[in-house]
């Protein structure tokens, strides 16, 4: 009976050896061939620096990848810093990308920029941009690495939506669109060498003039958060607390720009109080537009993005607060950092073309005025 019995043990060995494989098989095919293990190579570049390399990062969506150029201060005082950013970063995503970047990187400045909660990416989805939400959730999720955080992320966009389980599946492994869309994508594997760090060029051509004139300064007048927005600030203000508990220095950051609405204005008001109130420290640079020298029809793509020649005025401003509020280390003749050095050339050349470009727009639109 025993011997009998032994086939039997054997085959089911067999049977359950061939099933892991063929599970390992296809879970190998699904990493390669769906959304598992890929990205928008153009974001969160943070990615492909080498591991706790950063002395500072800045945090933020769109008009804060145009508006710091990390090699620039690189050049002057040899801080080691990088953009991570996404087009259209919700409110809640900031937190995820925050704890994205700890996972590799332990920056002793965190300088997070609050034009998330001034627009109201989040909430305004339904309101004024309903046709691209399904590109904006894109935007976030697709420029995080695959892991429980990213799960994480995709859960609580899908929960606030009113989304199920069907949306979140497709926003983890949708294979069909990966392959209609692989030029845009790239995989982490294949980590991509970023000059830039993580600031991005929008041409002053294309962009959108505006009105300073029908913009607002400020407003005394307070427009608090409510709901999901102010759910969305509490759990960014502890994630906040918990990297200040770890030794980190945080800023949150108002950017040199106008506000479209009283509205907009009045969140900032209300923003600096509650920032005020439970003692975090904050760079109001709306209040220094002029001090920068920014000049609305040169230095910007449209109200909300800097061209390549008001990034270099936002940069030192941000920069000048940066020197002037911590002391970070320069390590320009640090061997461990000599591939900033050797960067430094070729980055010189790349913003050499940007500011080229966005100069000959700007002198064509001052010969037109003529």
Same mark, same amino acid.
């Given at each position: 009976?025993e011997?009998?019995?032994?086939?039997?043990?054997?085959?089911?060995?067999?049977?359950?050896l061939?099933?892991?494989?063929?599970g390992?098989?296809?879970?190998?095919?699904?990493? *390669?061939?769906?959304?598992?293990h890929?990205g928008?190579?153009?974001?969160?570049?943070?990615?492909?620096?080498?591991?706790?390399?950063?002395?500072?990062?800045?945090?933020?969506?769109?008009?804060?990848?145009?508006?710091y150029?990390?090699?620039e201060?690189?050049?002057?005082?040899?801080?080691?810093?990088?953009?991570?950013?996404?087009?259209?970063?919700?409110?809640?995503?900031?937190?995820?990308?925050i704890?994205?970047?700890?996972?590799?990187?332990?920056?002793?400045?965190?300088?997070?920029?609050?034009?998330?909660?001034?627009?109201?990416?989040?909430?305004? @989805?339904e309101?004024?941009n309903?046709?691209?939400?399904?590109?904006?959730?894109?935007?976030?999720?697709?420029?995080?690495?695959?892991?429980?955080n990213?799960?994480?992320?995709?859960?609580?966009?899908?929960s606030?939506?009113?989304?199920?389980?069907?949306d979140?599946?497709?926003?983890?492994?949708?294979?069909?669109?990966?392959?209609?869309? #692989?030029?845009?994508?790239s995989?982490?594997?294949?980590?991509?060498?970023?000059?830039?760090?993580?600031?991005?060029h929008l @041409?002053k051509?294309g962009?959108?003039p505006?009105?300073?004139?029908?913009m607002?300064?400020?407003?005394?007048?307070?427009?608090?958060?409510?709901?999901?927005?102010? #759910?969305?600030?509490?759990?960014?203000?502890?994630?906040a607390?918990?990297? #200040?508990?770890?030794?980190?220095e945080?800023?949150?950051?108002?950017?040199?720009?106008?506000?479209?609405?009283?509205?907009?204005?009045g969140?900032k008001?209300?923003?600096?109080?509650?920032l005020?109130?439970?003692?975090?420290?904050?760079?109001?640079l709306?209040?220094?537009?002029?001090?920068?020298?920014?000049?609305?029809?040169?230095?910007f793509?449209?109200?909300?993005?800097?061209?390549?020649?008001?990034?270099?005025?936002s940069?030192?401003?941000?920069?000048?607060?940066?020197?002037?509020?911590f002391s970070?280390?320069?390590?320009? *003749?640090?061997?461990?950092?000599a591939?900033?050095?050797?960067d430094?050339?070729?980055?010189?050349?790349?913003?050499?073309?940007?500011?080229?470009?966005?100069?000959?727009?700007?002198?064509?639109?001052? *010969?037109?005025?003529?």
């Amino acid at each position: 009976m025993e011997s009998e019995k032994r086939p039997w043990a054997a085959l089911r060995t067999g049977i359950l050896l061939h099933i892991l494989a063929g599970g390992l098989l296809f879970f190998l095919l699904l990493v *390669q061939l769906s959304y598992i293990h890929r990205g928008y190579d153009r974001m969160m570049r943070f990615y492909g620096l080498p591991k706790q390399s950063l002395d500072a990062v800045v945090v933020g969506t769109s008009s804060t990848f145009t508006s710091y150029m990390p090699m620039e201060v690189w050049n002057e005082d040899g801080i080691a810093s990088a953009v991570a950013a996404t087009n259209m970063q919700f409110e809640g995503t900031l937190v995820h990308t925050i704890r994205e970047i700890r996972k590799y990187q332990t920056p002793k400045v965190w300088i997070i920029d609050l034009m998330p909660f001034i627009r109201g990416h989040y909430a305004g @989805q339904e309101a004024w941009n309903g046709g691209d939400r399904n590109l904006n959730i894109r935007y976030n999720v697709d420029s995080m690495r695959w892991s429980k955080n990213r799960m994480d992320l995709i859960h609580e966009i899908c929960s606030d939506y009113g989304l199920g389980l069907r949306d979140e599946i497709y926003y983890n492994f949708d294979l069909a669109r990966y392959h209609m869309t #692989k030029a845009e994508l790239s995989r982490f594997g294949n980590a991509v060498r970023d000059l830039n760090y993580g600031y991005q060029h929008l @041409q002053k051509e294309g962009g959108e003039p505006f009105d300073v004139s029908v913009m607002t300064e400020g407003t005394e007048k307070e427009t608090p958060l409510e709901g999901t927005e102010r #759910k969305n600030l509490d759990g960014l203000l502890t994630e906040a607390a918990l990297l #200040k508990q770890s030794g980190a220095e945080v800023v949150f950051l108002f950017q040199p720009f106008w506000f479209e609405t009283e509205e907009e204005a009045g969140r900032k008001t209300w923003l600096c109080r509650i920032l005020s109130e439970q003692g975090f420290r904050f760079w109001d640079l709306t209040l220094e537009k002029e001090a920068a020298g920014l000049i609305p029809d040169e230095d910007f793509r449209d109200f909300l993005h800097f061209d390549s020649l008001g990034s270099m005025k936002s940069t030192r401003l941000i920069s000048s607060h940066l020197k002037q509020d911590f002391s970070l280390p320069d390590h320009r *003749q640090d061997p461990d950092y000599a591939s900033w050095n050797a960067d430094y050339p070729q980055w010189a050349e790349l913003r050499g073309g940007y500011l080229n470009v966005d100069t000959a727009a700007v002198t064509a639109l001052r *010969q037109q005025s003529q």
